[in-house]
């Protein structure tokens, strides 16, 4: 059973091969500036150099046809024909409050997903266009959605209802939805089998620092709180997202600053956060580079640690106690320096890092000394290896 897995964008889209048999990735690539001049794709196949096609792609289907064509190419593909592809599974990013799991795509889902695109205008709408270029493509195949948002559908409603008027959320469905859910999961499904536990048994921390950053507090193997909110804008400070900010800020903004809500929603998503701060970069890893002498990548870096060790308390809090703090994603996967920086100063939750264990990057490892009484664990995440998981589990129950 082999399984196509999309994350589609505006103007990009990720993919991936995966064969079920041995969970083997057999292709993975990345199309880039689609409906733009200069259209490109690469696509990455172990052990082989990199393929790259530079072909106009006018739209996401030229772009899902040409990922097909590359997949099946005599010389380049790793796959003879595109019915080998048993089934395709999308990640999407809100499903609302409609969607607790993955689901199988028919036209009932199609019209839900649409409805939530007023709750993710930045991320539903270029998984439909995805979602239904592939379906043009290979009518028959079986398609299944997976969300962002579905693993913290189990957060109690005093985590996820906001201290606003209630119709609101009755309403407009204003709450806590959270996001990351596909990686939350995978990593603390990850942890249980590195300790030998039961997940059931396990109250977990995982912390997903990437350019985007959430963390969410999984007791027993469900989401109980997560950093993340009606948007994937609020929480942590990110690469360029502000994450929590005083809600009035937005109206003085807007009012003393004369700048319209377009105008305040550009500078809280792409100018704020490390980015923001520093004035410098939203990659740690220049701001790493420049921290001793610019003080202001210093701060950003600082600001950053400081909000996940905040965070990290309150869900040690929320869960009534800690066994173990995952760190993954691409600062979380990669920089010690700021696993250590967000440990620092929690020695008295019991949370100990080994600084020699701590020297890795990339690789699932246990970093916590021994006499830590929490498990530190470095878990690379793999959200397409769930999201093809999930997709191969549906496809077969509904078969
Ligand atoms: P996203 O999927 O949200 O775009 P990733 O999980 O790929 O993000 O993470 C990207 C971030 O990881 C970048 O900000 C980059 O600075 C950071 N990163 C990658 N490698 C390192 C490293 N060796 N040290 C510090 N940060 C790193």
């Known amino acids: 059973m082999k399984i196509l897995v999309i994350n589609c964008g505006s103007s990009s889209l990720k993919y991936q091969l995966i064969d079920m048999k041995n969970e083997m990735c057999l292709a993975q690539g990345l199309v880039e500036r689609i409906g733009m001049d200069g259209s490109v794709l690469t696509q990455k196949v172990a052990g082989r150099e990199k393929y790259i096609v530079k072909k106009e792609m006018k739209d996401h289907q030229d772009a899902i046809k040409l990922v097909l064509d590359t997949l099946v190419d005599e010389m380049n593909g790793v796959i003879k024909s595109v019915d080998e592809i048993s089934s395709v599974g999308h990640r999407v990013v809100h499903g609302g409050e409609a969607y607790s799991s993955s689901v199988l795509i028919d036209e ?27 379906k043009a493509l290979m009518p028959s195949t079986p398609m299944v959605a997976v969300f962002d948002t579905a693993f913290h559908q189990t957060m109690p409603e005093h985590a996820f209802i906001y201290p606003l008027p209630y119709e609101l959320y009755e309403k407009n469905k204003i709450r806590k939805y959270g996001f990351h859910g596909t990686s939350h999961k995978y990593v603390s499904q990850m942890a ?208």
């Open 108 to 134: 009932k889902v199609m019209k839900a997903l649409e409805d939530c695109s007023k709750l993710a205008p930045l991320h539903n709408p270029p998984n439909i266009i995805g979602i239904n270029a592939c």
């Open 192 to 399: 249980a089998k590195m300790l030998n536990m039961d997940i059931k048994d396990l109250k977990i921390i995982s912390c997903h620092l990437g350019n985007g950053a959430s963390i969410a507090a999984i007791k027993g193997g469900k989401s109980i709180d997560t950093s993340m909110g009606f948007t994937p804008l609020a929480g942590l400070a990110m690469g360029t997202r502000s994450g929590d900010i005083d809600p009035a800020i937005i109206t003085y903004m807007m009012e003393e600053m004369d700048l319209s809500a377009n105008e305040v929603s550009n500078i809280i998503n792409k100018r704020s956060g490390v980015l923001g701060i520093s004035g410098l970069s939203s990659d740690f890893r220049d701001l790493g580079a420049a921290a001793d002498t610019n003080k202001r990548a210093k701060l950003a870096l600082d600001v950053f640690h400081y909000r996940i060790k905040t965070c990290i308390s309150a869900y040690a809090g929320a869960l009534g106690g800690v066994d173990c703090i995952i760190f993954t994603a691409g600062i979380g996967e990669n920089s010690a320096s700021s696993r250590e920086a967000c440990c620092e100063g929690l020695e008295f939750l019991g949370i100990k890092i080994d600084k020699e264990k701590n020297n890795i990057h990339g690789e699932a490892a246990d970093i916590s000394s021994i006499d830590s009484d929490v498990k530190i664990l470095v878990i690379p995440t793999n959200e397409e290896l769930m999201i093809a998981r999930d997709t191969k589990e549906i496809v077969e129950f509904n078969k």
